[in-house]
Every structure is written in structure tokens, then in C-alpha cells.
């Protein structure tokens, strides 16, 4: 079963006590899937006549009637009873180990919109795109569809969600790690080996001998530790030198070794 079923299970067997929230979900379901509500009789789920149910519940609602809608949804309570409705009706979300993405379809703009007004009396933020003629209400940010699901009372698949999204956020943070600590070794080991073919050039030319003490003795320690970080590399002198001190004396290497393939 997929993430998106898991949540619609959990949500239809989510019973509502009060009169009005109840229409606001029932109103919901009608105005956005009408011909395709499931019908489900072992969790008690049985949505058949939809025009008996609009005479018993007095709904003769459309998103074009919005002062309608807005009477029908003003409590809280029937905010996210409606917002639960809709999205039993026509919603869907990714499975978060793969991505987050939680969307509504809605025939018409004005439905996509009055959606979006009950999701910002939350605080929060879709967005609306038009995808093969429906008007598309989505969030894509894994805390705002935590709250979504909290909003339409999906509390087990928000737990679920926010668990998966634990272990996705922790391994992208592991792997940024593992890519700056390589990037980082690559970015050493290049400019190690510049600088020993700098060394190397000078000692070929004049002898690393003749540079002065300071140079010839970080020369001699980048000759022996070839891939050690600058800071280490400092350590190795006596008496120990600061990174910026290394990197100081290394560049003075790179401009006498410079000039010397400028004269040659």
C-alpha cells in the first residue's frame, strides 16, 4: 500500500461528532469527487447517492457560491473536516523516504483557491500550478506537510512521516559531510602536489639549500609529508607554526619557484 493510501485509510476512519463538521466533510467529498468516492463497507465507509445525501444535508454548494462555503467552514473544526474531505476526495502525497510533495487537484481555480484560504487560516503557504487542465494546490516542504497532516487529523502518518523524514535529513546531512571532507582531501592533495613541484623545481635549479631557514625547512617538511593538511604540516616544525603561518612561507616557495620557470 502507498504512503498516500496509508493516509486515506487513517483519515476515513477518522469519525467526526459534531453535526457540522460532519457536512463540512461530507460537502468536501461531493464537491470534488462526486462520481468517484469509494465505496468501502467493511470500515463503514457507504457514499451512494449523492443527491440523496445534498437533500438530507442541505448541501447545495459550488466553489462559485463562496459565501456559502465560507458558513460551512468558519469553526476550526469544520476547516480541517472539510480540508480532510478534500483530501480523501482528490488528494495524494509522496512517500517521504522518497521526497516531499502533498497536493490537492481541483477542477476549477476557485476551488484550488478557497483550499488554499483554509490552509493559510493555518499558517500555511501552497502553492497553485495547472497540470493537464486541474488546478494543482501543493506543498513541498517537509514541515509544512508535517502540519498539513496534523491539520486533517492524520496523527499516525504524520508520525510516520516526520520519522522518515528524520532518517532522510540525517542521511542527506551525512552525505554533505562526506562530500565536503572529500572535497576538502582533493582540494590538499592538489595544492601538496603543486607545491612539491615547486620544491622540486627549485632544488633542481638553485638548491633547496639556498633558501633561507624559514622556507627550507617547511620545503623539506612538505618533501617528507606529502598529504598532510597545512595545519598538521605546521605542527612538524620546530618550533610549530600556525596554518597561516604555513601557507605564508609556501607561497613565498611558489613565487621564487615562478620565477625561476619565467627565466628559464
Known sequence: ??????????????YTKKGDAQKAELAALILLDEKNVEKDFERGVFIYNFTSLRKTFNINLDFEALENLAKLTKQPECKRSFLRGAFIARGSI???????????ACDDRGGAVFLQGLLADFDLNPKITVRRDKFILYLKEGTD????LNIIEAPLAMMNFENARIVREMRGSVNRQVNCETANINK?????????EDIKL???IIGIEKLDDHLKAIAK???????MPLAELGETLTPPVGKSGV????RKI???????????
Open 1 to 14: 500500500m502507498s504512503f498516500s493510501s496509508e493516509v486515506k485509510e487513517e483519515l476515513i476512519k477518522h
Open 94 to 104: 509522496n512517500d517521504p523516504e522518497k521526497g516531499y510533495h502533498m497536493e490537492i
Open 145 to 148: 506537510i508535517s502540519d498539513a
Open 188 to 196: 590538499t592533495i592538489t595544492a601538496s602536489m603543486r607545491q612539491i
Open 202 to 204: 627549485i632544488d633542481k
Open 221 to 227: 617538511a612538505r618533501l617528507e609529508h606529502q598529504d
Open 247 to 250: 601557507n605564508h612561507r609556501l
Open 254 to 264: 611558489s613565487q621564487i619557484a615562478e620565477k625561476l620557470r619565467a627565466a628559464d
